[in-house]
Nanobody, 116 residues
Framework: QVQLVESGGGLVQAGGSLRLSCAAS????????MSWYRQAPGKQRELVAR???????NYADSVKGRFTISRDNAKNTVYLQMNSLKPEDTAVYYC??????????WGQGTQVTVSS
């Protein structure tokens, strides 16, 4: 089985920074995609950023230039560095692992709250 454990959420003022981490353990396929999604109250879950095993990245337009996704393949860990945070970034952030042919996994979510 696969487990994803997230950390790093919290409360920050607008303009501040936070760094999220997500560590995957278990049967991890060698080629996979790790992503961060977020869901604000009353809204659908949306993709924030994704990164492949080869470090190809994609970002939502709303976070380009402010957020940076990275990964440590040796630790099966993905990070999301969030700078210049805005109140509209407030959401529960979820880690996702597309584990090759072995399935799709989600973390439990971590709350990020940005005060104005």
């Amino acid at each position: 089985q696969v487990q994803l454990v997230e950390s790093g959420g919290g409360l920050v003022q607008a303009g501040g920074s936070l760094r999220l981490s997500c560590a995957a353990s278990g049967n991890i396929f060698s080629i996979n995609v790790m992503s961060w999604y977020r869901q604000a109250p009353g809204k659908q879950r949306e993709l924030v950023a994704r990164i492949t095993t080869g470090s190809t990245t994609n970002y939502a337009d709303s976070v380009k230039g402010r957020f940076t996704i990275s990964r440590d393949n040796a630790k099966n860990t993905v990070y999301l560095q969030m700078n210049s945070l805005k109140p509209e970034d407030t959401a529960v952030y979820y880690c996702n692992l597309k584990n090759g042919p072995l399935g799709d996994y989600w973390g439990q979510g971590t709350q990020v709250t940005v005060s104005s």
